[in-house]
């Protein structure tokens, strides 16, 4: 049946084909090529420089359009793709309709300034869209005003509150200028703090700016007064900056966080350890015993931030049994700072030292107030107060405090010397023992 069907149904369809194919008909075509128009031949000018503008202008012999890119002329030249498609990521990039032996001018006012090459390159196209060569103009600007300090553009601007001590530092000038070397000084008011930056790598140029990334940390809720020589910032002709002097140029800085307390408190101390009983004798033991490796009870420690700690107010403070480390002993004795110039109280740390029952250290206490100790940022102290405990009984098996005094503070000043610090420490317990309520930690600054 199939094989029937295909010999009645293919004959069939090559008929209906070939008549469908062979009208009869002829179908004449009348094609006539279109002819572009070619660009017009183009010019292009510049005229009316100043420190800070000119005039380019162009002049088509025909009807097109023009586009057109701005940029320095030591700049990588734009091919006429981009100039066209307007990507050639230069200072300008436009585009103008002209009529015939019209001439459009464009005023240029944006980023020019004295003494800077600047080059022009324009594409002239066909009403038909065909493109020409790229044609340029150059021009270079005459350089008549010198640079000037914008105070109320800089970053902070001039007599702003409430600036990070730590932030950078943005000097705004009226055209571009370069570092040439030399002091940029900051002193606090109040404090007389001083910071300078000289260093060529402190600074990164932009646009219209200098900016300091890199300084000394300000004094905290100061004003920062900044001063610079002549020539210490040129253009690009050689013109300078003229000096920063007085109360020009200041900004006030804020206080620091507690954090950023604790993160300047870092750094080298000498430390002292005072003894108030039997702990003394039995570290005598320990530290005559050439078997074993215990620390001297006096000397110097670098205090660092504990990793542990994710507010960033805890010190990692140092403990004179840390040769029981191995088995159980902490190597560091941990204090937290606060507001008030007290440390702040925090969990008791289990000790290997036995007497009887485990041991853990925690504050010294008097009549069930816990006085961890004081610390002073700006003298760069810091008095721990520690108390061996039973752990089992809670009772105070002996005491013993750590003074420390910073080699050079955060801002590099010496602190308190180790006496001095040992003698207030001193009387400042005995004040307590002699029956100075708790309020009396809220006073320890003006102590």
């Known amino acids: 049946m199939k094989n029937l069907l295909k010999y009645i149904l293919l004959p069939s369809l090559l008929l209906v084909f070939m008549t469908a194919c062979n009208t009869g008909e002829e179908i004449d075509v009348n094609y006539t090529p279109k002819v572009y128009a070619n660009a017009s031949s183009l010019e292009v000018t510049i005229t009316d420089a100043t420190d800070n503008a000119f005039n380019v202008n162009f002049t088509a012999a025909e009807e097109g359009v023009v586009y057109y890119a701005l940029q320095l002329s030591d700049d990588s030249a734009p091919d006429a793709e981009s100039i066209i498609r307007r990507d050639s990521g230069s200072m300008l990039n436009e585009k103008a309709d002209l009529t015939e032996a019209v001439t459009f001018t464009r005023e240029v006012t944006e980023a020019i300034y004295g003494a800077y090459d600047y080059t022009v390159y324009a594409v002239m196209t066909s009403v038909d869209g065909v493109p020409g060569n790229v044609v340029m103009a150059n021009v270079v600007t005459p350089d008549t005003m010198d640079p000037e300090f914008l105070r109320d553009a800089s970053s902070p601007a001039f007599e702003t509150g409430d600036n990070n001590p730590f932030g950078d530092v943005s000097l705004m000038f009226s055209e571009p200028v370069f570092y040439q070397g030399g002091d940029i000084t900051f002193t606090g008011y109040f404090t007389g703090r001083t910071i ?95 078997a074993l490796d215990f620390p001297e009870s006096t000397g110097e420690i670098e205090l ?59 504050h010294w206490s008097f009549f069930g107030t816990m006085y961890p100790g004081f610390w002073d940022f700006d003298a760069g102290t810091i008095e721990h107060w520690n108390t061996l405990y039973g752990a089992d009984s809670g009772s105070a098996i002996d005491d013993i405090d750590y003074n420390y005094t910073r080699i050079g503070t955060w801002d590099k000043k010496k602190s308190t010397s180790l006496q001095e610090l040992k003698a207030k420490s001193a009387k400042r317990k005995q004040d307590i023992l002699n029956g100075k309520s708790k309020e009396y930690k809220n006073a320890v600054l003006a102590y």
């Open 196 to 290: 300078v930056v000289n260093d060529p790598a402190a600074l990164t140029m932009g646009a219209l700016s200098q900016t300091i990334t890199e300084h000394g940390t300000f004094a905290q809720d100061d004003f920062m007064i900044v001063s610079w020589d002549e020539g210490t910032f040129k253009d690009n002709s050689g013109k300078s900056v003229a000096a920063l002097t007085g109360f020009n140029y200041y900004f006030k800085t804020r206080l620091f966080t507690l954090a950023e307390q604790a993160y300047l408190m870092q750094g080298n101390y000498n430390y002292e350890t005072v003894f108030w009983g039997a702990l003394e004798g039995f570290y005598n033991g320990l530290y005559t015993n050439p």
């Open 304 to 362: 660092v931030l504990d990793p542990e700690d994710a507010e960033g107010t805890t010190l990692l403070g140092f403990n004179l049994f840390k040769g029981f480390a191995s088995i159980g002993e902490p190597e560091f004795l941990k204090l937290k700072v606060s507001t008030d110039g007290e440390l702040a109280e925090i969990d008791n740390q289990a000790s290997a030292i036995t007497a009887g029952e485990p041991t853990e250290w925690g």
